[in-house]
């Protein structure tokens, strides 16, 4: 393929894009073949051509559609728009704002206002009592009573986990003795010469296992009952006990402005503050009564409930117990009864419900 090279010197005032055209039009046949001139292209394949040369003068106007830019002049802003105009409408495309929704937000500020208040003063109020610069209301008896029912609620934490495991222990013993008497009723139909004794085993393992499960429904009743008084019916009582704290010491915080305001000068911003104070302090006291008054009646009824639901359980427990590890099956079956008794009849007392 013969390729002839030319070699041109363009001034500064000639078009390169010019230069290009010529250079893409010269094209030669070698021995590939015949290839297309592209400075002559065919008529349905024409496409618009660069401009001769390049006029930066901004006073002159240009033809959007002669341009071979896109449509787009200095700034890159469209000069050609296809579909018209752009639309325009009077209505507004704002969300209009409901009558209400300033008032909700107006509140929703004010309550924000309010708890952030009464989160600083609670908070001053438990520093200052630990580092002992202010004084706290007490009350020794149900103080006393508070702190009986927590350390009673941790025993009897102890007594659930500890009967939880017993039961588990006692419940794979049982599993056991029943794969041991199935063990020995096979070897007894494929040993002859020891059947008898096979079958006796056999026998007592199966007694075993039928009693043993009754012991273990006495357990599982056992624990529900604990559990029930541990994590629902004290950790109801203790919870009053947490918001009762929490209105004690807002209590506590809002008597000590009071207080403040009170000895303060008689100006006008104090006596405001001391009107609002009073007011706060009076809504405070109030619930701090009421939450105070439903600690000292909720740990009266757990005490005496707690004593009575605790003793019927500790009788059935030690009796399935001792009925069960002394052989006496006919006790083993009556104290049985009488949990199953437990469980279907009614129960007489508020814990038990």
């Given at each position: 393929q013969?390729?002839?090279?030319?070699?041109?010197?363009?001034?500064?005032?000639?078009?390169?894009?010019?230069?290009i055209?010529n250079m893409?039009?010269?094209?030669?046949?070698?021995?590939?073949?015949?290839?297309?001139?592209?400075?002559?292209?065919?008529?349905?394949?024409t496409?618009?051509?660069?401009?001769?040369?390049?006029?930066?003068?901004?006073?002159?106007?240009?033809?959007?559609?002669?341009?071979?830019?896109?449509?787009?002049?200095?700034?890159?802003?469209?000069?050609f728009?296809?579909?018209?105009?752009?639309?325009?409408?009077?209505?507004?495309?704002?969300?209009?704002?409901?009558?209400?929704?300033?008032?909700?937000?107006?509140?929703?500020?004010e309550?924000?206002?309010n708890?952030?208040?009464?989160?600083?003063?609670?908070?001053?109020?438990?520093?200052?009592?630990?580092?002992?610069?202010?004084?706290?209301?007490?009350?020794?008896?149900?103080?006393?009573?508070?702190?009986?029912?927590?350390?009673?609620?941790?025993?009897?934490?102890?007594?659930?986990?500890?009967?939880?495991?017993?039961?588990?222990?006692?419940?794979?013993?049982?599993?056991?003795?029943?794969?041991?008497?199935?063990?020995?009723?096979?070897?007894?139909?494929?040993?002859?010469?020891?059947?008898?004794?096979?079958?006796?085993?056999?026998?007592?393992?199966?007694?075993?296992?039928?009693?043993?499960?009754?012991?273990?429904?006495?357990?599982?009743?056992?624990?529900?009952?604990?559990?029930?008084i541990?994590?629902?019916?004290?950790?109801?009582s203790?919870?009053?006990?947490?918001?009762?704290?929490?209105?004690?010491?807002?209590?506590?915080?809002?008597?000590?402005?009071?207080?403040?305001?009170?000895?303060?000068?008689?100006?006008?911003?104090?006596?405001?503050?001391?009107?609002?104070?009073?007011?706060?302090?009076?809504?405070?006291?109030?619930e701090?009564?009421k939450?105070?008054?439903d600690?000292?009646?909720?740990?009266?009824?757990?005490?005496?409930?707690?004593?009575?639901?605790?003793?019927?359980?500790?009788?059935?427990?030690?009796?399935?117990?001792?009925?069960?590890?002394?052989?006496?099956?006919?006790?083993?079956e009556?104290?049985?009864?009488?949990?199953?008794?437990?469980?279907?009849?009614?129960?007489?007392?508020?814990?038990?419900?």
């Amino acid at each position: 393929q013969t390729w002839h090279t030319y070699t041109r010197m363009t001034s500064l005032t000639s078009n390169p894009m010019e230069d290009i055209e010529n250079m893409e039009g010269e094209y030669m046949e070698g021995s590939s073949g015949h290839r297309r001139n592209r400075s002559n292209p065919e008529p349905e394949q024409t496409r618009p051509q660069p401009p001769r040369s390049l006029d930066f003068q901004s006073d002159k106007e240009t033809d959007p559609s002669q341009s071979w830019t896109g449509g787009f002049t200095q700034g890159c802003t469209p000069q050609f728009q296809p579909f018209g105009a752009p639309a325009t409408s009077s209505i507004s495309l704002t969300t209009p704002s409901s009558p209400g929704e300033g008032l909700g937000k107006t509140t929703k500020l004010e309550n924000m206002k309010n708890w952030t208040i009464s989160t600083y003063k609670c908070s001053r109020q438990s520093l200052y009592e630990k580092m002992g610069k202010t004084s706290k209301t007490v009350d020794p008896e149900l103080e006393d009573q508070i702190d009986t029912l927590r350390n009673t609620q941790k025993k009897y934490s102890e007594i659930l986990r500890l009967a939880r495991a017993l039961s588990s222990h006692f419940y794979n013993m049982v599993q056991t003795q029943n794969s041991l008497g199935e063990c020995f009723s096979d070897l007894a139909h494929k040993s002859p010469e020891l059947q008898q004794e096979f079958l006796y085993n056999a026998e007592a393992q199966r007694n075993l296992t039928k009693n043993g499960q009754k012991l273990l429904a006495s357990l599982n009743f056992f624990v529900s009952s604990v559990n029930t008084i541990v994590n629902k019916t004290m950790e109801d009582s203790l919870l009053t006990v947490k918001q009762y704290e929490t209105a004690r010491v807002e209590y506590d915080a809002y008597r000590t402005d009071l207080e403040f305001y009170t000895a303060a000068k008689e100006t006008e911003a104090n006596q405001m503050k001391l009107s609002e104070t009073q007011l706060s302090f009076n809504n405070k006291k109030a619930e701090f009564e009421k939450l105070r008054s439903d600690v000292q009646i909720k740990l009266k009824f757990l005490d005496e409930n707690r004593v009575k639901v605790m003793a019927k359980q500790l009788l059935l427990f030690h009796t399935a117990v001792s009925a069960y590890f002394s052989g006496n099956q006919v006790a083993l079956e009556k104290s049985v009864k009488q949990f199953a008794g437990k469980i279907k009849s009614p129960a007489t007392s508020w814990i038990e419900q």
